[in-house]
């Protein structure tokens, strides 16, 4: 296992999640916790026994002090985290459903996150970090921090880290499709490995099948992309193979949020581990079957020793 790490970057949230189904229009109660895709990796990471350091920018309001406190409990670095006196930290609600997509409502406008800009990234020292993961949520939020991400892109190709990137499609916050999938392309012919959902590949590629897909971002100079397909597994794609990896079975979805971040955390602990390809999907699929099956967005991701139990209980 490797001896360095894993440096993120997004928007924390507080995550209110309803205790009774519903609309939440009708919601009264709540459990609180915290969310974002990027710190559910960071969690996962770390659940794993990994190393990981947050960025992010939070302001000065109870929400900063929960996700902080949340962050430190599950031994997530924290020092590089920037404040705002002017913004506030955002937060979402959730509804509570037993199966399938909950309904979700952002708070997150001229949030203190959406002002991160590059000179919040100067004093990272890339050198204690083997890995950058990058999701298309930052670069939505606002051109500053669209700018940052690009930054820190170009900074971690050159000290050398490997960089993975889910593009985690957030249409709402772009300020048009057009310009979303421009961006999204471009940052993800800067990564090492891409990690789209079949919905988004074909948005993003403007094609059909899984062949026509792979062969435009293979043109694009991208070395790997695994293509996530839900229940069906994942779709593994390089200049040497092409391959279809099978998922696993759930009997009962839960909740879906959280699947993806839960497939970036196999793939990232497994190539920094250095496992096969293959291998690494295998496991991505796995906590991604494990975290369906849970409510909250991250609290399913699994310690090595329940990953290891489900993986060969469910051969």
Not at 63 to 79: N, P
Not at 170 to 194: G, V
Not at 250 to 279: I, Q
């Amino acid at each position: 296992m490797s001896d360095k790490g894993v440096i993120l970057v997004g928007e924390p949230m507080a995550l209110f999640m309803a205790t009774v189904a519903g609309s939440l229009d009708g919601v009264t109660n709540y459990d609180v916790d915290i969310a974002g895709a990027e710190i559910n990796v960071a969690i996962g990471m770390t659940r794993l026994g990994h190393r990981a350091s947050y960025i992010t920018k939070l302001g000065y309001d109870p929400f900063a002090k929960l996700i902080e406190k949340r962050l430190e409990d599950s031994s997530i670095d924290t020092s590089y985290i920037k404040y705002s006196p002017e913004r506030n930290t955002g937060f979402m609600l959730k509804n509570l459903v037993f199966e399938g997509d909950p309904e979700i409502a952002y708070f997150r406008k001229n949030s203190a996150a959406s002002q991160l800009n590059e000179d919040d990234l100067k004093d990272i020292d890339f050198s204690n970090y083997d890995n950058l993961h990058v999701t298309g949520i930052m670069p939505a939020v606002s051109k500053s921090a669209r700018q940052a991400i690009y930054s820190l892109v170009t900074r971690a190709k050159e000290e050398g880290l490997f960089i993975s990137f889910d593009p985690n499609l957030r249409p709402q916050l772009w300020e048009d499709e057009e310009t979303m999938i421009e961006n999204i392309n471009n940052l993800a012919s800067q990564a090492d490995i891409f990690l789209p959902g079949i919905n988004e590949a074909k948005l993003l590629s403007k094609k059909d099948t899984l062949d026509e897909i792979v062969d435009f971002y293979l043109g694009l100079g991208i070395e790997s992309m695994v293509i996530k397909l839900g229940a069906d597994g994942a779709y593994l794609a390089n200049k040497k193979e092409r391959k279809l990896i099978e998922g696993y079975r759930v009997d009962r979805v839960v909740d879906t949020v959280g699947a993806g971040d839960g497939f970036a955390v196999g793939m990232v602990s497994g190539l920094m581990e250095g496992l096969k390809m293959e291998d690494c999907v295998l496991r991505a699929n796995a906590i991604g079957a494990i975290q369906v099956q849970h409510r909250s967005d991250n609290q399913g991701l699994p310690s090595r020793e329940d990953l290891n139990l489900f993986m060969e209980e469910n051969k």
